[in-house]
């Protein structure tokens, strides 16, 4: 059984501002990589508020995304949903 410290660690969660700004990519480009399957979902709190973890964050740079630029999965994709976006987007 693992007793360290570090499985105490209290997790840090990142709101979609937040995340954004992390990867240095507008709020668009965040929903647009999340809407391909490019980034992953989070976890939706209330109704509208969704939230990541800082370690999916982390994971997702060390996979092969990358601050300010989109995984090479969503590379030259400019709008898959063809213009029906949410414009709306709440932090």
Do not use: C, D, H
């Not at 995340?19 to 647009?32: D, H, P, T, Y």
């Not at 989070?42 to 969704?50: A, F, P």
């Not at 090479?72 to 400019?78: D, I, P």
């Amino acid at each position: 059984m693992n007793t360290s410290s570090e499985s105490l660690q209290p997790v840090e969660y990142l709101t979609r501002s937040e995340v954004a700004r992390q990867l240095r990519i507008s709020l668009r480009q965040l929903q647009n990589l999340i809407q391909q399957g490019s980034f992953p979902q989070g976890v939706l709190v209330g109704r509208r508020k969704r939230i990541w973890s800082r370690r999916q964050i982390e994971q997702f740079l060390a996979s092969g995304g990358s601050e300010g630029a989109a995984p090479s999965t969503a590379a030259g994709v400019s709008n898959p949903g063809g213009g029906s976006g949410n414009r709306g987007i709440a932090g």
